[in-house]
């Protein structure tokens, strides 16, 4: 829409409104990214800016929903898959009904889904969203890239899930965190069971064999116990951290929950030739 001049007041009232919204649609943390961050940090390839696709677009609302660390720390197991599924239901219907709002307010106003794949089998041969919540997220300041390669948050460390909503209302960016909350314990990366992640010397970021990763999620959906997520569970960063310290679950009782409802539990599920490969030939 062609939007009229708007004061410094006017937008910051907007931003507030859209706020209270996306908070009371569910949404556990919500911030703003103006669409100028992508080319001013350089960090993402050009194509999958958001104005590369829609060229209209000014904000990028991103909205997290949290990844309970009680049912995280059961993974791999129905629990936390149970968690994962609706937390996935709960970000799409979020931010579909934020846009629609703002549609609804005049704006123009849509959502970038979560993921973005059609199956697993996909991320194998090709580990690669269309688009990456995970920087939009920093550039909205919700949070540091993370040695695992997600968005670390002060309130949930890496255990929130993204979504973005792209729209052409002008309202004021939110500062990005200044300083990086991965302390590089390198939790994630001995946990890890696939060794996906290799440190460097020259970046926080490690180098991560995504395939491998994939290929394990692939083997653990034939079991009804995706996904993974190791790598964030044990992540010590985050306020829920705090809340429940350093293990929510006795290894007995994370035993228990594996046990019941997957086929873990029970026995002859097979996992895909290809998985079967990749896993075969990646673990170490
Ligand atoms: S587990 Fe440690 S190294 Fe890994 S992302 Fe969290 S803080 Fe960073
Ligand atoms: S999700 Fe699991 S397999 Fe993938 S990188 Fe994290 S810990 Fe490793």
Same mark, same amino acid.
Not at 18 to 43: C, T, Y
Not at 158 to 174: E, M, Y
């Given at each position: 829409?062609?939007?009229?001049?708007?004061?410094?007041?006017?937008? !910051? +009232?907007?931003?507030?409104?859209?706020?209270?919204? @996306?908070?009371?649609?569910?949404?556990?943390? %919500?911030?703003? +990214? !103006? %669409? #100028?961050?992508? *080319?001013?940090?350089?960090? %993402?390839a050009e194509a999958y800016w958001p104005q590369s696709i829609w060229p209209w677009s000014r904000t990028v609302i991103v909205l997290g929903v949290q990844i309970y660390l009680p049912m995280i720390e059961t993974t791999p197991s129905v629990v936390y898959s149970e968690c994962y599924n609706t937390t996935n239901r709960l970000l799409d219907d979020t931010a579909y009904r934020l846009a629609n709002k703002l549609n609804q307010w005049g704006y123009r106003a849509h959502w970038f889904p979560r993921d973005c794949y059609g199956d697993i089998s996909v991320l194998v041969k090709k580990p690669e969203a269309a688009f990456s919540h995970v920087f939009a997220g920093k550039y909205a300041?919700?949070?540091?890239?993370?040695?695992?390669? /997600?968005?670390? /948050? *002060?309130?949930?460390?890496?255990?929130?899930?993204?979504? !973005?909503?792209?729209? #052409? $209302? #002008?309202? *004021? +960016? =939110? @500062?990005?965190?200044?300083? =990086?909350?991965?302390?590089?314990?390198?939790r994630c990366v001995f946990n890890c069971p696939t060794h996906a992640f290799t440190p460097r010397n020259d970046r926080l970021i490690a180098d991560m064999a995504k395939a491998r990763c994939a290929g394990y999620h692939q083997k653990l959906k034939t079991e009804f116990r995706y996904p993974c997520g190791v790598c964030i569970a044990v992540c010590p960063v985050g306020a829920d951290r705090k809340r429940y310290g350093m293990h929510s679950v006795t290894a007995d009782g994370a035993a228990h929950c594996r046990d019941?409802? !997957? $086929?873990? +539990?029970?026995?002859?599920?097979?996992? *895909?030739?290809? $998985?079967?490969?990749?896993?075969? /030939? @990646?673990?170490?």
């Open positions: 829409m062609e939007q009229q001049k708007q004061t410094g007041q006017q937008r !910051s +009232a907007l931003k507030q409104r859209i706020k209270r919204q @996306a908070l009371r649609l569910g949404a556990n943390i %919500v911030g703003f +990214a !103006s %669409v #100028d961050r992508w *080319p001013q940090q350089g960090e %993402v300041g919700l949070g540091t890239l993370g040695l695992n390669h /997600t968005l670390i /948050t *002060p309130e949930y460390g890496p255990r929130v899930r993204l979504v !973005s909503v792209i729209t #052409d $209302a #002008d309202v *004021p +960016a =939110d @500062a990005m965190q200044e300083k =990086d909350l991965c302390i590089q314990c390198k019941f409802g !997957s $086929a873990n +539990a029970v026995e002859g599920r097979g996992v *895909p030739e290809e $998985a079967q490969k990749i896993i075969d /030939t @990646a673990i170490r």
